[in-house]
């Protein structure tokens, strides 16, 4: 799942820079704060919810930060802020 997340982050940049790094900026964040939710709500209350969804939502945000950091290294930069 995320391989496939790479990919497709990757090529949102490739066409749009701007567009794909935005994108995975805001699904990133809001995958990071879910998760990070239900997390505390976890440990403060138990439910009886599949470890999957937590999987999930951890490829939720790894995959968009991944391919972030991924496109800045290898173009050694955002080129749309300078």
Known sequence: M???QLIVYLLLMLFDEYFGQLLAMI???ISLAV???SH???WIEPSRVKR???QYMLSGW???ALA???FILLRGGIGWMS
Request: net charge negative; hydrophobic share 60%.
């Open 68 to 70: 972030l950091a991924l």
């Open 52 to 54: 999957d969804y937590y």
């Open 2 to 4: 995320i391989i496939g």
């Open 27 to 29: 699904v990133g964040a």
């Open 62 to 64: 790894v995959g968009p």
């Open 35 to 37: 998760w990070a939710i």
């Open 40 to 42: 505390i709500v976890e």
